[in-house]
């Protein structure tokens, strides 16, 4: 369960990053799902 966790974690925060570089209302809203996700998952994996 934690090793998935982390994983989820690294492919979270990539997609954060990479949403968040761009403008538009819909990168900026998935941006911020992601790094809901990232953060529940790392909590997860502690």
Do not use: L, Y
């Amino acid at each position: 369960m934690k090793a998935i966790c982390t994983v989820c974690a690294q492919a979270c925060s990539r997609c954060a990053a990479e949403c968040g570089k761009h403008d538009m209302d819909h990168c900026q809203h998935c941006a911020a799902a992601c790094k809901r996700c990232a953060d529940a998952c790392i909590e997860m994996s502690n």
